[in-house]
């Protein structure tokens, strides 16, 4: 437990160090107060129009220069995020944006990644679920355990600190029992160690 | 010097023609003869390419700027270290580049194949050589890097300004490598579909060839990260650049390849997915290297806009289609020998740690295409980037790692609700208590508390894994607690380099969520003797130095740092223009630290001797380094040979000489 807590401490002093975020303000002396991280994060959403792949907030170049001026004038003159975005993309085109609205037809690029990875997991989990009761259904002969493996199963949960040994499941059937020796690599269940976690070198076909 | 590079070349073509043709044919025919006598053309093709490989680099090393190539991408100003990256600045010596990697690695797989796959190592050949013969016909038919010039210019153009970076070394050729190295584990799969085998029979070499290709690309794209992090100049790391994507979406699939082959291995389950998993992670590597040499899309990596795309694409849906023909011919011999014994078990969450890989790889692969389908089909011009993938990939990376964390702590085949509840006690009370602490403490952006949360909780699964493990091991051998650790590693390498390799994923979660979430930016124009503060930080910028170099011009800023009011050190970011390429490239000021990065990086330089700053607070990125070599040491661990334990059949060594001497009579009579 004590790894456990130091694990802690020092991700909580790391957390501290950053829990608290400072000043919104002016960094251009040439432009009025305005928010400069709403300033920075409408940077990353809006691409350089001469630019590969780069937003205004990545390129080096004079006209993201420009538009990240622009971006604070706007801020500075009171416009909110999305007047600034509608701004830009009146001016050059929805492909100025870097990601496209969530309206319209442009609802699809959002939609399909979505709809698709839940599709996934439901299918995903029936399939599991099918081979799973299918699994539960032929294993019944399978899992009487070895008994020759009892006695180091309980020493091994002893070790572990783990009160009631063998309770872990039966062992994997491709493993022969010869390397359940103490020294064997020490699994958090049971089972684990039962079947040793390596695999032993396959036999030669020929 | 080039003549030699092309005869070399076209010979390096004529004889993997041979090999490919030669193993499928000696195969089919029965021939022994044939078949060896093509593996052997298979091994020459190395040493030929080895020659070709070497005439340019002497090409390079003497400016020979007859051949357009060498005068493309050199000059006479540039050092002759740089020709090592000068090799691939361009297509043409970057496919070379690919075709010996993949010769190497080749003769290397056929060489070392385990006794298993030598009845089907003919069909492994076979394909291989196949690749094999598409790359180095593209190289000489259409990107030819000896082509010569109707004159000789008295100097070339240049190496590009970019590529003149440390990472540059490593971080390309690792790329490739590792794209390419994606062909071995699936030239294996191939090979047991073609000879009609059940399925186990592929499993060590695949998953040897598959973590290899995998770790070649994880620092392929961590070096990429930091080369853009120190040279691009404006303090990130990682943008979803299509190149970048085209690169993460084949180590997504080899990813999930890896761990899903484990279970393959254990267990004799998975067989089709395993297939399919491979001609993914195949697929993926293949679009990877089309984009990335003469992609459609706009991207920094474009250094060279070429009419390549065709015939990639072309041999992108050959090498797509034809495997998964294959594997629908092969259907029926691919049955589990196994069936699912609960959905509590590591199987079952190995399997949900696939579709969440191939879930990020779908939308990494839908976002580089849908702006093309809304071209066609809707008429709309729009752009998907970063705050694209920052919202739908942002929670399945989290999800991914709540299941690092839980999958190693399931047993194979069932886990019982007691002892998951015992497994999960720890790792989850820890993880909610920072998650609460640090909410006290001030943090309220809900994903970065998952984020440190789940990075928590993984890594104490790990570490009380460890320390249960060497406590008992302590206890039962009595050796001292450091050494019963080592032993404890090396006792069980695939697990626990796996763990480490764990650790550096999590590593990586702390840069991404430290500098996505907490970072600071300040853009700023300063006068000499003028400072900006940032945090803590207050940086006095002192002033600029003009340096004339013979092909660019620099200019160092320095800046002093003060903490508390102390001067505490001196920075100098530079910025340099190259007005052959019309380009300034910029090489940032970093001080680095555990807790966080200082970077300063000049954007412009100003007439009146101002310049403007980009300087940012980048807290934990530090981690995101320190994670490559962590990663490379929990690879080799895993990788590491285990020694022969049980008694292995003596006649093992022979049956492999035997057989290899023989080539594969079995299969083939």
């Known amino acids: ?84 975005l509608d701004f830009f993309q009146d001016r050059y085109g929805t492909d100025i944006l870097a990601a496209p609205p969530k309206s319209g037809v442009n609802l699809v690029a959002w939609v399909v990644p979505v709809l698709g990875m839940l599709g996934a997991l439901v299918a995903g989990l029936l399939v599991i679920r099918s081979m799973a009761r299918k699994g539960a259904g032929e294993a019944v002969n399978e899992t009487a355990m070895d008994e020759d493996l009892a006695p180091y199963l309980e020493m091994i949960d002893r070790d572990l600190g783990l009160g009631d040994a063998g309770v872990p499941g039966p062992p994997g059937n491709r493993q022969p029992p010869d390397n359940v020796a103490g020294v064997e690599p020490v699994g958090n269940t049971g089972s684990e160690l039962a079947t040793g976690d390596t695999e032993s070198p396959e036999q030669d076909v020929k | 010097m080039a003549d030699l590079g092309a005869i070399s070349l076209w010979i390096a073509l004529a004889l993997s023609s041979y090999a490919a043709i030669g193993s499928f044919l000696g195969k089919a025919r029965g021939s022994v003869e044939l078949v060896v006598s093509s593996r052997r053309a298979a091994y020459l093709a190395v040493l030929v390419l080895f020659v070709c490989t070497l005439s340019l680099v002497i090409l390079f090393i003497n400016r020979d700027f007859e051949v357009a190539y060498v005068a493309r991408h050199s000059d006479l100003a540039m050092a002759d270290r740089f020709t090592w990256v000068a090799f691939y600045a361009g297509n043409e010596g970057s496919l070379l ?128 990260s930091w080369w853009a992090y120190t040279i691009l100049g404006w ?67 474009s ?83 970063r705050p694209f993938y920052d919202q739908v990939n942002g929670p399945l990376f989290l999800a991914l790692l709540l299941l690092m964390g839980v999958g190693p702590l399931l047993p194979w085949r069932r886990a019982t609700a007691a002892s998951l509840k015992r497994a999960l006690l720890a790792p989850g009370s820890v993880a909610l208590g920072l998650s609460a602490a640090l909410l006290v403490a001030g943090i309220h952006q809900p994903y970065a508390l998952i984020g440190f949360g789940l990075g928590a909780f993984v890594t104490t699964g790990i570490f009380i894994e460890w320390w249960r493990g060497t406590r008992s091991r302590h206890r039962s051998t009595g050796d001292a607690y450091p050494i019963a650790f080592l032993r404890l590693l090396a006792a069980n390498r695939p697990r626990y380099g796996g763990y480490i390799v764990h650790l550096s994923v999590v590593m990586v979660a702390l840069g991404v969520v430290g500098t996505s979430f907490f970072n600071e930016q300040r853009d700023v124009v300063l006068g000499p003797g003028e400072s900006v503060q940032i945090n803590d930080y207050e940086l006095r910028y002192v002033g600029t130095v003009e340096r004339q170099k013979s092909n660019r011009t620099e200019f160092v800023s320095t800046v002093e740092v003060y903490r508390d009011g102390k001067l505490r050190y001196i920075l100098q970011p530079q910025r340099a223009f190259y007005p052959s390429f019309n380009m300034a490239a910029t090489r940032a000021a970093i001080r680095s630290t555990p807790v966080e990065d200082l970077f300063v990086v000049p954007s412009e330089n100003l007439p009146d001797g101002s310049v403007g700053f980009r300087v940012l607070v980048n807290p934990l990125i530090w981690w995101m380094w320190v994670a490559g070599p962590v990663m490379i040491l929990g690879t080799v661990v895993a990788l590491w040979p285990q020694p022969v334990r049980t008694t292995a059949p003596a006649s093992s060594r022979v049956a492999r000489t035997l057989a290899r001497a023989g080539g594969s009579t079995t299969g083939a009579l």
């Open chain 1, 1 to 84: 437990m004590s790894i456990a807590l130091a694990i802690s401490v020092s991700f909580l002093w790391v957390g501290v160090a950053y829990g608290q975020n400072p000043d919104p303000g002016s960094a251009d002396p040439r432009i009025p107060a305005y928010d400069q991280e709403e300033a920075q994060s409408i940077d990353g959403m809006l691409m350089c129009p001469v630019c590969p792949a780069e937003t205004i907030g990545q390129a080096q170049v004079e006209i993201s220069r420009q538009m990240r001026r622009l971006v604070r004038e706007k801020l500075s003159q009171g416009d909110s995020r999305q007047e600034i």
């Open chain 2, 97 to 224: 580049y690919i075709a010996f990697a993949l010769a190497a690695m080749s003769a290397l797989a056929i060489w070392r194949a385990p006794s298993n796959t030598l009845d089907t190592l003919p069909y492994t050949t076979g394909v291989l050589m196949v690749v094999l013969v598409f790359f180095l016909a593209v190289t000489g038919f259409m990107a030819n890097p000896f082509d010569k010039l109707p004159f000789v210019p008295p100097d070339g153009d240049g190496i590009n300004p970019l590529l003149t970076h440390f990472g540059m070394f490593i971080h390309p050729p690792m790329l490739m490598a590792g794209l390419i190295c994606a062909s071995m584990p699936f030239a294996f799969a191939m090979g047991s579909l073609l000879g009609g085998k059940t399925g186990d029979e592929w499993v060590d070499a695949g998953r040897l060839w598959g973590i290899i290709a995998w770790a070649l690309l994880a620092a392929g794209l961590l070096l990429g």
């Open chain 2, 235 to 301: 303090g990130g790391f990682w943008f979803w650049d299509p190149v970048e994507n085209a690169a993460l979406m084949p180590w997504l699939g080899l990813t999930a390849f890896i761990h899903s082959i484990m279970v393959q291995k254990r267990r004799g389950m998975f067989r089709m997915w395993n297939i399919v998993l491979v001609n993914v992670a195949f697929g993926l590597a293949l679009y990877g290297m089309f984009m990335n040499r003469g992609g459609p899309v706009p991207s920094v990596h």
């Open chain 2, 303 to 385: 250094f060279g806009a070429s009419n390549l795309g065709w015939v990639f694409l072309a041999f992108l849906a050959v090498g797509v289609l034809i495997p998964f023909a294959l594997f629908f011919w092969r259907f029926p011999l691919l049955k589990s020998a196994q069936t699912l014994d609960s959905m509590l078990s590591r199987e079952a969450a190995f399997l949900v740690n696939n579709l969440l890989l191939l879930g990020i790889a779908f939308v990494t692969l839908w976002g580089s295409v849908y702006p093309l389908i809304s071209r066609l089909v809707a008429g709309e011009e729009i752009t998907i980037a």
